[in-house]
């Protein structure tokens, strides 16, 4: 019984941070950087503006996890785009479209990711981010890429 109690509240424990961080993600590009305060997160996700110390250490600790966050929802797209893909240039296409959609090529959207660009030069979680989303990226576009070019030319382009 006390394994099922101690299940329940993992579980509780993964939706209300999940909450948090798709509040915060929602703030993040509607509002940018600056935008994104304890207050206005709590409010997005309908909580009390403790619960987010409960759940995260501060609001770096929310923004690192909302980047992460953003890079899965990128990544699943690509995912699912490349499935559908059948030549090289369909999977170079997949790769653009997953990570660059056209959906989300507003004003507010690009200044967002330009602050916390900005903010990974000085911050090295966030450099360590940025870093990831660059590897992954290379990868995948060098998977399309790499039976038709060289190494040195897929790392120019």
């Known amino acids: 019984m006390a394994t099922r109690t101690k299940k329940q509240r993992t579980r509780i424990e993964d939706i209300r941070r999940v909450e948090l961080i798709e509040?915060?993600?929602?703030i993040f590009l509607r509002d940018g950087l600056?935008?994104?305060?304890t207050?206005?997160?709590?409010?997005?996700a309908g909580m009390s503006q403790g619960i987010l110390t409960y759940y995260f250490k501060d609001k770096d600790q929310v923004l690192f996890e909302m980047v992460r966050y953003a890079n899965r929802v990128l990544m699943d797209a690509v995912v699912v785009n490349l499935r559908k893909a059948e030549t090289r240039w369909d999977r170079l296409t997949a790769i653009v479209d997953g990570n660059f959609p056209e959906e989300k090529f507003e004003r507010n959207t690009a200044n967002a990711w330009v602050s916390f660009y900005a903010e990974a030069a000085h911050n090295?979680?966030?450099?360590?981010?940025?870093?990831?989303?660059y590897k992954r990226l290379r990868s995948n576009i060098g998977?399309?890429?790499s039976p038709l070019w060289s190494r040195e030319e897929i790392d120019h382009f």
Do not use: N
């Open 23 to 26: 509040a915060a993600h929602r």
């Open 34 to 37: 600056k935008g994104l305060t």
């Open 39 to 44: 207050t206005r997160i709590c409010h997005e």
């Open 124 to 133: 090295p979680r966030y450099a360590r981010l940025q870093e990831l989303f």
């Open 143 to 145: 998977s399309a890429l």
